[in-house]
């Protein structure tokens, strides 16, 4: 029977949505950095104050409840709220103040960051951000989780329960050994891709995913343009990798003053009617309450792309 008088707190709430979404004890009580025991009773309070079964108990699985479901976007919610409410209390009365974690996956981070963060220093100087550098598949579980507000990554991303604010097209570089025959070329076709013994990133980097549909898109086989053995898991590595003559690669514009201007490499692009690019977005949970501080902080992400971007293409 429900306690007209409980409240539930906002550690239980946390607790709830944790074991919900992981569907393990063990998992949950890891991530939210207790015991086992202190996580049980902190589910049990809760169902006992609310007079309801959230979380069906198992030797071998835990199942969420029907009421659990229902209840569930309500708890996340309530725990977005909060710590909306904690990160401006921190902060200053505005935009962008307080504390922002986001998550950022690697293709991205090294590039951008640089001219985003002189960007965050100079408009919101109130603004706390901490930075988690990531696997796409690893910044969704964070996501879900409530470990970091925001994510920068492609899109659309298709992730259950999250938003996204598109923010930029970004072009594919080809590069390739100084002596390589494409080098220099600006008006290469998706079916050049063949011709290339393509070095990929390690699966699980959304750029390798992204480079094998552009071969699917040309026709070409990814198992036969792609290296079959050797893959790096960082585009620094891959470039090494190019300028011993292993193989050829693409990494996106942004990368380009970064990654590329290294004695033995040459580039090459794409014909200007080739659709050859990425889309990069923030992906934030739908229950958030800081849409407004994303749209904002994604005008300044839009801005360093853009500055970084422009750099880069003068060295093609």
Known sequence: MLNKDYRPTLAQLRTFVTVAEN??????????????????????????????????????????????????????ATLDAADAFLSRSKGVQGMLTGTLTIGIIPTVAPY??????????????????????????????LLRDGHIDVALMAVPS??????????????????????HRFAGHTNLSL?????????????GHCLHD??????????????????????????????QLVIAGLGSTLVPISALATECQRPGL????????????????????????????????GVLISQAFKETAEESSHLL
Request: net charge negative; glycine share 4%; proline share 5%.
């Open 23 to 76: 569907r393990h004890f063990g998992v949950a009580a890891s991530k939210l950095g207790i015991s086992q025991p202190s996580l049980s009773q902190a589910l049990v309070a809760l169902e006992h104050g609310l007079g309801i079964q959230l979380i069906e108990r198992s030797t071998r699985k835990v199942l969420v409840t029907p009421t659990g479901l229902e209840l569930l976007p309500l708890a996340k």
């Open 112 to 141: 951008i960051l640089p001219r985003l963060l002189e960007l965050i220093k100079q408009d919101y100087p109130d603004l706390e951000l901490s930075i988690v550098e990531d696997q796409t598949h690893h910044l969704e579980d």
């Open 158 to 179: 298709e992730i259950t329960g999250m938003k996204e604010i598109p923010l930029y097209h970004e072009d594919f570089v080809v590069v390739v050994p100084e002596d």
């Open 191 to 203: 079916s050049s891709l063949e011709k290339l013994d393509l070095l990929l990133l390690d699966d």
């Open 210 to 239: 992204q480079i094998v549909e552009l071969c699917r898109q040309a026709n070409v086989n990814p198992s036969e343009a792609a290296h079959a053995i050797t893959r790096a898991s960082s585009l620094t590595t891959v470039m």
């Open 266 to 297: 040459a580039t090459a692009t794409f014909a200007p009617e080739v659709t050859a690019r990425r889309q990069i977005g923030l992906v934030y949970r739908h229950s958030s309450a800081r849409e407004d501080e994303f749209h904002a902080f």
